[in-house]
């Protein structure tokens, strides 16, 4: 492995830009779903038709749009479910999806979609009030009483939504139906980019017969609108499997289907990979330069093709640490300065991810419009700076030792241990001791929302490419995925305010003004921009992999054999 250390992957870069410029103009092109149609293409051998592709992913929350809030359950959701929009990632726009067009109004308060004729998976149509439904289903307590959906926030902005969410009323009179055919979202205040929220893969349209089935009953099998359906049900820890749906409205699927094969961790993915027994497979942190090395690198950094398999593409996302700032050590904001500065970002790039990954200095990734280097003062390594915060605050005593003793709680596979453990140790040398707490994925989410936890790793993948993405989820007094618990009332001002602003400039230097602010404060503290890892079998002709980490796999294809 040494002889690697020095030999960083080449990162490749997503296309960014002024993202919605010209939103309040009627939209009117048609999209299908990945954007750009890879069924041309060539290789080694040739492309065949059909078959069936076997891709990694760890054990999901959940695979319908009630609670996408991860990536695992998101790329499966992803190739079920169509939403009204999408980005294009390739060509920097944002195009329709599941709607023909829309149409916006002056101040951008209303929004209304018309919708392309399709079918849901069990034959029936997907009607306008399927849409309704379905998004009020995210946001109504009573839909799953036991576990509610941490996603609602995404709708805040529609009329009624307080309402519904609080239990008060049956719907939200925002959304309305004039015909079949006819979405009409009426906003409570002014949003030019909420075309963009609609394009989350949890907006999507649910068919009546999950009214009728149970929440966990639906949840084992979805019953969508997408490209694939379901072959059965979910099995959970063990596999998923999807098949093309037939009766799809666009281009159908290239494949046959895809078999998601659930492993405990990347480090046994990666072994079934190299032994044949997957296609699609994360690679290890200790693997990534040897893997780049041996399947060739992708051309465009996001594309799969014989000889050049190995994804190595920027992505619009963030990997930090959450603090609980509501109790315990880390609702001192000295604290969270001091430990922010001890830790050696740059060495974690180049040891752990030889490279192929780029120190965070705000929350906010390069890509996205607004991004400004340097936005948070103390999202650096500068271990002179912390030893002095915590010389004031938390003085050593003739050993040495602060008094301080921490817990760090994070999942251990996908070679977060090396990252948590790289931490630790940075932390023993300004006097810090910190133990490492490691519970499996679904726990660790369970005690980040319940605020059981003093600190520990996150990652944040863009819902949609927009700055807002990054600052109301996270940092909006009391959203599901704002698990630091933090609340600031002049940031929570700000942030509606920006929002509700309808000039593309002014509300990027709002967002900018308030981004900031939240890192003085910094009730989280950004590691690292993240980039694929990412490699495919050399059976697979052509897939491609978006900077969002969602594959659009109807466009996937196998080498002809």
């Known amino acids: ?144 009483t036991e576990s509610p959906s941490v996603i609602g926030y995404h709708l805040a902005m529609i009329e009624g939504y307080d309402a519904l969410a609080a239990g008060e009323a049956e719907e939200m009179t925002g959304i309305t139906c004039p015909d079949d055919s006819t979405l009409v979202v009426k906003l409570s205040y002014s949003y030019a980019d909420f075309p963009y929220v609609a394009s989350h893969p949890a907006l999507a349209p649910i068919p009546d017969c999950a009214k009728e ?73 200790a693997s990534l330069a040897t893997a780049a090395e041996e399947y060739g690198e992708s051309e465009d950094g996001y594309t799969i093709t014989p000889g050049h398999q190995f994804l190595n593409g920027t992505e619009p996302s963030t990997y930090y640490l959450t603090c609980n700032v509501v109790d315990g050590p880390f609702t001192d904001v000295n604290l969270r300065h001091a430990v922010s500065m001890a830790i050696n970002r740059q060495a974690i ?16 990734p390069p890509g996205i419009d607004g991004y400004e280097e340097g936005a948070w003062e103390y999202s650096k390594y500068d271990v002179d700076a912390a030893k002095a915060i915590l010389d004031e605050h938390y003085p050593a005593d003739a050993d040495g030792n602060r008094g301080l003793e921490l817990t760090i709680t994070s999942n251990q596979d996908g070679g977060h241990k ?64 704002n698990r630091a618990g933090y609340s600031n009332p002049d940031v929570d001002e700000k942030l509606m305010a920006a929002r509700s602003t309808v000039d593309d400039a002014e509300r990027k230097a709002a967002l900018q003004a308030v981004n900031k602010e939240i890192g003085e404060d910094m009730p989280v503290i950004p590691l690292m921009f993240y980039t694929h890892t990412c490699v495919g079998g050399s059976n697979v002709a052509k897939m491609y992999l978006d900077p969002q980490k969602k594959a659009d796999l109807s466009k996937a294809q196998l080498v002809e054999a």
């Not at 059965?232 to 699927?253: L, P, T």
């Not at 910190?434 to 005690?447: E, H, Q, S």
């Open 1 to 144: 492995m040494a002889e690697f250390l020095n030999k960083p992957v080449a990162r490749r870069t997503f296309v960014g830009g002024a993202l919605a410029t010209g939103v309040l103009a009627a939209l009117a092109g048609c999209g299908q779903k990945g954007g750009t149609d890879t069924a041309g293409s060539t290789s080694a051998g040739g492309s065949a038709t059909g078959g069936t592709l076997r891709y990694y992913i760890n054990n999901p929350v959940c695979i319908e749009p009630f609670n996408l809030q991860e990536d695992q359950g998101t790329q499966v959701g992803f190739q079920l479910f169509d939403s009204l929009t999408q980005y294009n990632f390739e060509e920097g726009k944002l195009e329709c999806l599941a709607c023909e067009s829309y149409d916006v109004n002056d101040d951008a308060t209303e929004f209304t979609f018309h919708l392309k004729a399709a079918k849901f998976h069990d034959g029936t149509d997907v009607k306008a009030a399927n849409w309704k439904y379905g998004w009020e289903r995210i946001v109504n307590p009573n839909t799953n």
């Open 213 to 285: 089935m149970e929440q966990t009953e639906f949840g084992l099998a979805p019953v969508g609108n997408g490209p694939f359906k379901m072959d059965g049900e979910w099995v959970d820890g063990q596999y998923i499997n999807i098949v093309r749906f037939d009766d799809y409205y666009g281009d159908k699927a290239i494949l046959d289907g895809v078999n998601f094969m659930i492993q405990k961790d990347v480090q046994t993915a990666y072994k079934e990979f190299q032994a044949g027994n997957l296609d699609v497979s994360d690679v290890p942190v």
């Open 349 to 364: 790039c180049d040891t752990l991810f030889h490279g192929s990954r780029t120190p965070a200095d705000n929350i906010v």
């Open 418 to 481: 090396e990252v948590m453990d790289s931490i630790i140790s940075d932390l023993a040398a300004v006097g810090i001791t910190c133990v490492a707490d490691t519970p499996d994925w679904a726990t660790v989410l369970d005690r980040y929302q319940k605020l059981d936890y003093q600190f520990g790793r996150l990652g944040w993948v863009a819902d949609y490419p927009i700055m807002d993405n990054f600052l109301y989820p996270l940092f909006y007094t009391g959203n599901g995925d």
